[in-house]
């Protein structure tokens, strides 16, 4: 992936995180991501260390929606693959 494109989805990662929080009030606790100290407009990062910021703010969104959203709904992982269909 070129470091262009890893910027834009730094920044698509940053506006999905500020919509869930504007949509539910909840704010996301991001540690491991800033601690990395890098944002989308800091181009100047090296692309190793995008790619890193990356995972740890994808995996932070995931982690606070699994937490908050699922509880809600009454999510049962156990039933949900057995309604995935699979294509071949």
């Known amino acids: 992936m070129q470091k262009e494109e890893l910027l834009h989805l730094h920044m698509l990662l940053i506006q ?3 919509y869930y929080e504007s949509m539910n009030g909840e704010e996301i606790q991001t540690e491991k991501y800033s601690s990395l100290l890098v944002s ?5 990062k090296n692309k190793v260390l ?8 994808g995996e932070e969104i995931v982690q606070h929606i699994h937490q908050h959203e699922m509880s809600r ?9 057995s309604r995935v269909a699979v294509e071949h």
Do not use: C, Q
């Open 16 to 18: 999905i995180k500020k």
């Open 40 to 44: 989308p407009v800091h181009i100047h």
């Open 50 to 57: 995008h790619k890193k910021a990356i995972l740890a703010l």
């Open 73 to 81: 709904v009454g999510f049962l992982a156990d039933t949900a693959s």
